[in-house]
C-alpha cells in the first residue's frame, strides 16, 4: 500500500475544515495539489472519502470510519516525534551510573547537582556497586555508564580518562606524618597498616609501592571497605594509603591526607560504556560534567587536617595510635 503520511495529513485538515480552501491555508499548499492528493488517497483506498457540492464538502461513512482509524495514528506519530525531540534537545531522558560507594559519594552528588542545572527534565541514576559488577552492568545494558578504576583490556567496553588519582597517605591529626608535606613508602616501614583486602586493586598499587620502596607489607588489618579502613585510622589503630577520592569521607573524620612519594603512584578514573552502543544525547551531555567533577577531587594543602582547619578533632582521635602487627 502507497498511502503516505502526507495524504492522510491532508485527508484530516479537510475533514476538520470541511473545505479544500481552508485546509490549503492551513497546510500551506495550494488546492489542486491539496485536491489531487485526495484523489490519489481515494485510488490507493478504492473507497469515496468526501461528498463534494458546491457549497460543502462531507465525508462518507468510508471518510468517517478512515478519519477515526488514523487520527489517533498521527497523534501517535506526533507524540512519538515530540518525545525524540525533548530526548535530542536533552528535554528528558535518564541515565543510569554504576559506580563504587565511595567513588559514587565522592563524585555523582556535585555531579547531579551541576547537570541538573542545565538539564533540569533528565533524571541521572544511580546503581553503586562493587567494581567486580560495574562492567557487567554496563555491559548488559543496566547502566550506561560505569565509574571506577577497572583493569585494562576488559572485553566489550570502551574507555574514556576522566582524571588521574593518586595514592594518599591518611593518618590522624596528631601524627607525626601530619607535620609533614608529603610521605615516602620507607617511611612507612614501622608503621601499623590498615589495607583493603588482596583481592582489591588498591591493594595491589600498595603492595607495588612496598615492593619499590623494598620492605615488607605485613598488614595490622585487612578490611574490605575504605570506609572501615578510615574508622580504624581514626580509632587510632594505624595509617592507611588509599585513593584521593577517599579525602571527602577522611575529612569527615578529622582526618589528614598526605602525598606518598618515592615513587608517586597513581591510576585512571574512567569512564566506561559497552563497545558499539550508542550513547544518548544525555548520556553524552553528562560526561563533561563527570569529568569535571572527577578533577575536583585532589585535596588542597591543608585539607584534612583537624589543626588548619580550626576543628578540634574527637577525643578518640587524639590518643596515641597503638602499634600493632601481624594482627
Known sequence: MNVTIKQIVAFLTVAEFGSFTRAGERLKIAQPALSQAIRDLERELGLRLFDRTTRRVELTE????????????????????????????????????????????????????????????????????????????????RAEYGLGTFAPGEPGIERVRLARDELLLFCRPHHPFASQASVTWKALSEESMITLTRDSGIRRLLEIGFESAQIALTPAFEVAQIATILALVQAGLGVAVLPAYAHAEAAARHLVSRPMVAPKIARDIVLVHATGRSLSPAA??????????????????????????????????????????GA
Not at 79 to 90: E, K, M, P, T
Not at 300 to 323: F, H, L, N, T, V
Open 62 to 141: 468510508g471518510g468517517r470510519e478512515f478519519r477515526d482509524a488514523t487520527a489517533k495514528i498521527v497523534d501517535d506519530l506526533d507524540f512519538a516525534v515530540r518525545s525524540v525531540h525533548d530526548l535530542a534537545g536533552r528535554r528528558r531522558g535518564r541515565v543510569v551510573v554504576a559506580a563504587p560507594p565511595l567513588l559514587a559519594a565522592a563524585i555523582l552528588p556535585s555531579a547531579m547537582v551541576d547537570f541538573a542545572r542545565l538539564y533540569p527534565g533528565v533524571q541521572v541514576t544511580i546503581l553503586d556497586a562493587p567494581t567486580r559488577e560495574i562492567v557487567e552492568s554496563v555491559r548488559s545494558g
Open 284 to 325: 553524552v551531555a553528562l560526561q563533561p560534567i563527570l569529568r569535571s567533577c572527577a578533577r575536583r577531587l585532589a585535596p588542597r594543602a591543608g585539607d584534612g587536617d583537624g589543626a588548619a582547619s580550626g576543628r578540634e578533632p574527637p577525643a578518640s582521635a587524639q590518643r596515641p595510635a597503638r602499634k600493632r602487627r
